[in-house]
Structure formats: structure tokens, C-alpha cells
């Protein structure tokens, strides 16, 4: 179990003394830290720890009260969600967001709406230059379906669909719009060993077909320490340790994290 | 209602009554509908739809120069700054679009302002030009239009846009609100008679298929206009909702909140969609039913009906909108015409008024039965 050895030299997006509190809690303090282009980069931690907070402020859901967020070499100290996506950011959730009354092609296709040009006339007549984009589209999302093996579920209303195949839908609808940067939040939960197996090489595949950066919170440290190529470690809202994986399992603030210390 | 005495052969004055029960039914749909789309991208049932209705049916009465010899600066004042409103609203709409495909710019922030700029001196020319009398019903009906997108537009970012995520009562309290605001304040700009819409329907019965039946069978043309419209715009609201892509980020947005943002649907843009399109489904119903019953507050009671024929057809179904309102719109009128006569003749009852009562108690059959209706979803909460 050793991390991969890669080297990357291109920040994708960095994070700089980001603190985040809602009313006189504070979820996030200080935070800094980057993501290179091309890297799987995990971020760990004991529950409550932040993580989510953190990759919300990334994505734009919450919006820090300090700090600044650097993606693509812009800064930002704001970003609605949906600005995020235009940008090339994608995610999923830890609890399941799907659309859960469409089948598993049209969530998948819900991903590719920013890429779509055509006026709403056309649209609606399914004619010219419309119906071009639909079939462009589909073939993109039925690489998505082939690439996850779900052929067999895409017409489902995903509400139906077990858990960990739920996931992978999701994972689907995030690829589907070709982001640069794919946000998962913990993609494996809940899941069996070969759920998390397939799930794991799936996201191998991404990161290497594609080039996509990718930024993973996940609790399974077997995982995140053979997949990742540097974790950050969050535990009360401040960063207790970065860098690649063997160093932090050496790490001696994120064994007592984890472990908890005697005072 | 024409209530007509059952006869020997049942079969002509049935299929009478209920031709114009579903005639009358489609209408419901369309009340309905506004209240569907509200609620299946928000969440919020949207009280005010009734008085969004009355609003819209005022507006054109008073437009279309319904009170003789009064005039009122204030409103033309009024109606004109709304049509600079609509033309401001179109053109800066057509420019955002523009904007954000070009990636934004100097220039074209330069061209919104210039394009808005033309769009006022029209409304301005508009306004000047017909402001006085009373204005041709293509006029009206656009800058009606307008005015219901402006107002829709209104009550989402000024209400309900800072209630998200509230419960569910909340936002109830704060649309029964705005439907007493608008009620009143209707009449306070357009005064509070009774109007007539004239949309020059033709208005002589037509007699259907009377070599089968003897006499034929009466249908209102006006209700038969009207229903083809509604039927029209039914079929339009389905297409889009279903086929384009606005459609599928709506149903998304429906769906999730946060998932549909992550996807880069923004959620304000849907909800303005949603409001206006109301809006509009508003007027089409303010002026059908105004151009049938006289413009008058019960109009805004319409909702009322609208009501049973959501539990009926289900909150969040298009389609069940327009199912559960033919149901009802049929239903109540064979109930009054069939059923009354055999309570009056069983129990000594008075009869009428049924059609008043008829669609609440199938409704309240729905709720015990079938809650979701005919087409929601089901509803299985997990514990």
C-alpha cells in the first residue's frame, strides 16, 4: 500500500486562509492549502472535522467570511455554485443528491445543461441544430453510461436504484459536464468491498483517461492512502497535516486525532 | 348554471352537460397549472395565484378602456411605466443572454444599457400615443402580459426569494399575503366595478349533431374558444417543460436544490422562469374567465377550485392538472344537473348547490385514499 509516485508542477487551485463560522461556530479556521492540476488530492479527517464545510466553499455553497479561493489563476473571495460549474467544478454529495424522479440518463444529461447552446425554440421542436446537439450529447452521455457500467439501469428512475449504483449515477452526472476539477465527497461511503473496489477504479480511470483533477474527502484510509496522491488533514476546523500519503501516516498530530490523546 | 330537467332519453342532456363540464374543466386546469409549476420548482403553494388571476383580468379590463368617461392619469402614468418595464425587462433579458455567451464586457454592458434605453422611448411613444383612451386589445394584451411578468417577477425576488429554505408554512403565510395585497391592490389602481372583457368571441349557441338528438347539443361557443386556448397552452407549457432544456434544469431544480446548482443550474434565474410563466398562465385564465363571468372579485375564488383539482391530479403533476380539472369541471356539473333532481325527489332536500360543494368532498375522498392523487408522486417517508 504505497501512494503513487507522481510529481505535478501546476496549481489548479489553491485555498489561502479561508475561515468559515456559522453564528459563533466555527467550522473552518485558516485553512490553506493547493491542489495541482491532474492530482487525486484526499481530504481526511475525524467526523465534524470540516471537510464538507470545505469542499462547500470550494464549490461555492457557503461562502467564507475570510480568505480567498485561487482557481485557474483568478481570485476569488465568492462564487455562486452554479458560476463554479461554468468554470469546470463538479461535484457530488455525501448524501446522495440525485434527481431522483428522472432515469439514469436523463440525470446523467442534467449534467451536460451548461453545454448545451441551442435557443429554446428549436428545443422544443427537436428540428435543425437542436436535434443535432441532443444526439451529440447523447453519445456523450452514453460514454459516461459505458465508461460506469450502468447499461443495464439506464432507463431507471434512479429512485429506484440500490445505493451504491445511486453513487455511481451521481459520478456519471458529474462527469457528464467535463469538469476540470471533480469534488467527491465521500464517494465510497456505505459501500461493500467490491462496491468500493469498482468505485476506486473508476476513479483511477477518471483522474488517468481524462486528466481530471480530483479533490476526494473519504473516512476508508486504505483507500484514500493507496488512491490519493497528497491528503490534507482537517480536525476542528484548523489543518493538522499535508502531504503525500506515507507522510502522514507518520504523521504524529493526525494519529492523535484520529486515535485521541490522553490530556 | 343552466340546469336543465332530466328527460325521457338521458343521452342528449348528459353528453350536454358534460361537453360543457369539461369545457369549464379545462379552465381549472389552467388555474391549476399556475399553482403546479410554482410548486414543483419551489415548493411553495402559491396562494396568490387566485389574486395573481384577478390581477391580470383587472388589468386588461381597465386597459382595454372598460369604464366610460372616467380617466385616471395615475394609471396611465402607471401603465405606461409598465410597458417600459416589459420592454426593459425583454431587452435586458435578450442581452444577458447575449452577455453571458460572449463572456461579458464593456461593450456589451454598454449595448444593455443603450437597448434599454430604446426600450423605454417606445414604451414612452406607446404610452404617449394611446394613454388617454382606451387601448386596442393587441396592445392590451401584451403590455398585460408584461405587467404580470414584472409582478411575478416582483413577488419572487422581493418575498419569496428571501424565505428559501423556510418551512412550509412560512412561505404559505407569506403568498396568503400577497394574495390579500393584490386583491386590494387591483382594485386600488383599477377601482373596483365590475368589467367587461370583450375579446369580440362570437356568442350565438351552436347546435351540435341534431340529427342524432332532438334538438341538438347546446355549446357555448365562447367556452369552446376558450378551451381550445387553454388547450393550446396547456399543450405548449408541457412541451417546454418536458422537451427543452429549461425544462430538464426546472425538473432538476424540483427535484434537488443544491444538486441542480452543482450542475450549474442557477436556481434564481429557474424561479424568475417559473414566476413569470405563472404569471402569464394567470392572465390566460384572468382573461378567459373574465371574458366569461364579468371581471369581479369572486374571480380570485377561482383558486379555490383550483385547489381540489391539484389534490386530485397531485401537487407536482403537470398532467394531473389538467386530468384532475376535467374530472372536476365534469364532475360538478353532472352532479348538479343529475344528482339534484333525484335529492330532491328521494329526500325533500332544496338541491341545489352542489356544483359549490361536489369538487371539495371528491377531493377529501382523494386525501383519504389516494393522497398523492392520480399522478404524484408517492409519498414514502423513511423513519
Wanted: glycine share 12%.
Amino acid at each position: 500500500m504505497s501512494a503513487r509516485a507522481r510529481s505535478f508542477n501546476e496549481v489548479l487551485l489553491s485555498v489561502e486562509g479561508i475561515s468559515l463560522s456559522f453564528g459563533g461556530v466555527k467550522a473552518l479556521t485558516d485553512i490553506s492549502f493547493d491542489i495541482a492540476k491532474g492530482e487525486i488530492r484526499a481530504i481526511i479527517g475525524p467526523n465534524g472535522a470540516g471537510k464538507s464545510s470545505m469542499l462547500n466553499c470550494i464549490n461555492g455553497f457557503y461562502h467564507p467570511q475570510q480568505g480567498a479561493i485561487t482557481y485557474k489563476g483568478v481570485r476569488r473571495s465568492q462564487m455562486r455554485p452554479h458560476e463554479a460549474a461554468e468554470q469546470g467544478i463538479a461535484r457530488t454529495f455525501q448524501n446522495i443528491a440525485l434527481f431522483r424522479g428522472m432515469s439514469t440518463l436523463d440525470n446523467i444529461m442534467t449534467g451536460r445543461n451548461l453545454r448545451m447552446k441551442t435557443g429554446l425554440f428549436w428545443q422544443a421542436l427537436r428540428i435543425g441544430p437542436a436535434e443535432r446537439e441532443e444526439i451529440e450529447h447523447r453519445r456523450a452521455v452514453e460514454e459516461i453510461i459505458d465508461f460506469l457500467e450502468i447499461q443495464h439501469v439506464r432507463k431507471v428512475p434512479v429512485g429506484q436504484l440500490p445505493y451504491g449504483l445511486q453513487k455511481r449515477v451521481e459520478l456519471g452526472r458529474a462527469l457528464a459536464a467535463q469538469p476540470e476539477l471533480l469534488l467527491l465527497d465521500e464517494p465510497m461511503a456505505g459501500m461493500n468491498i467490491e462496491e468500493k473496489q469498482d468505485m476506486c477504479r473508476f476513479v483511477l480511470d477518471v483522474n488517468d483517461e481524462f486528466g481530471t483533477t480530483i479533490c476526494l474527502i473519504e473516512h476508508d484510509m486504505g483507500v484514500v492512502m493507496d488512491i490519493s496522491d497528497r491528503v490534507v488533514v482537517l480536525d476542528y476546523g484548523r489543518k493538522i497535516g499535508d502531504g503525500v500519503p506515507d507522510e502522514i501516516k507518520r504523521n504524529q498530530a493526525v494519529i492523535d486525532a484520529y486515535l485521541g490523546v490522553g490530556h | 348554471m343552466a340546469s336543465s330537467e332530466p328527460e325521457p332519453a338521458m343521452l342528449g342532456p348528459f353528453l350536454e352537460t358534460l361537453i360543457g363540464g369539461l369545457l369549464t374543466g379545462v379552465l381549472y386546469s389552467l388555474v391549476a397549472l399556475g399553482f403546479v409549476l410554482i410548486f414543483k420548482a419551489s415548493g411553495v403553494f402559491n396562494f396568490a395565484q387566485g389574486a395573481m388571476v384577478l390581477f391580470a383580468a383587472l388589468t386588461l379590463a381597465r386597459l382595454t378602456g372598460a369604464i366610460d368617461g372616467r380617466e385616471v392619469h395615475l394609471v396611465h402614468f402607471i401603465v405606461a411605466a409598465a410597458i417600459l418595464g416589459s420592454a426593459l425587462a425583454f431587452v435586458a433579458w435578450y442581452a444577458w443572454r447575449e452577455y453571458v455567451a460572449r463572456g461579458g464586457g464593456a461593450i456589451e454592458r454598454r449595448r444593455i444599457l443603450l437597448l434599454a434605453a430604446g426600450g423605454a422611448l417606445i414604451g414612452g411613444v406607446v404610452a404617449g400615443a394611446y394613454g388617454k383612451g382606451s387601448w386596442p386589445l393587441w396592445l392590451a394584451l401584451p403590455a398585460t402580459a408584461a405587467i404580470m411578468g414584472v409582478l411575478a417577477y416582483a413577488i419572487e425576488r422581493l418575498v419569496l426569494r428571501h424565505l428559501v429554505n423556510q418551512e412550509g408554512i412560512i412561505l404559505f403565510m407569506a403568498t396568503l399575503g400577497i394574495a390579500y395585497f393584490l386583491d386590494g391592490f387591483g382594485q386600488t389602481l383599477w377601482g373596483s366595478d365590475i368589467y367587461k372583457i370583450n375579446l369580440g368571441l362570437p356568442k350565438d349557441p351552436i347546435f351540435l349533431l341534431e340529427g342524432v338528438f332532438e334538438g341538438g347539443l347546446l355549446v357555448d361557443p365562447g367556452d369552446l374558444v376558450a378551451a381550445v386556448i387553454a388547450a393550446v397552452l396547456v399543450v405548449v407549457l408541457a412541451v417546454f417543460f418536458q422537451k427543452t432544456r429549461v425544462g430538464r434544469a426546472l425538473r432538476a431544480v424540483a427535484d434537488d436544490h443544491a444538486a441542480a446548482q452543482s450542475v450549474g443550474i442557477p436556481l434564481d434565474t429557474i424561479w424568475l422562469i417559473v414566476w413569470t410563466v405563472s404569471g402569464l398562465v394567470a392572465l390566460a385564465a384572468g382573461v378567459i374567465w373574465g371574458a366569461k363571468l364579468g371581471v369581479q372579485f369572486s374571480i380570485s375564488l377561482i383558486a379555490l377550485k383550483a385547489l381540489p383539482v391539484l389534490i386530485l391530479g397531485g401537487f407536482t403533476s403537470v398532467p394531473g392538472a389538467i386530468i384532475g380539472g376535467l374530472i372536476i369541471g365534469a364532475g360538478e356539473k353532472l352532479s348538479e344537473v343529475f344528482l339534484a333532481p333525484i335529492l330532491v325527489k328521494q329526500f325533500n332536500l332544496a338541491g341545489g348547490g352542489i356544483e359549490n360543494w361536489f369538487a371539495y368532498v371528491l377531493a377529501l375522498i382523494f386525501l383519504l385514499f389516494r393522497p398523492q392523487g392520480l399522478f404524484g408522486e408517492r409519498i414514502i417517508e423513511r423513519v
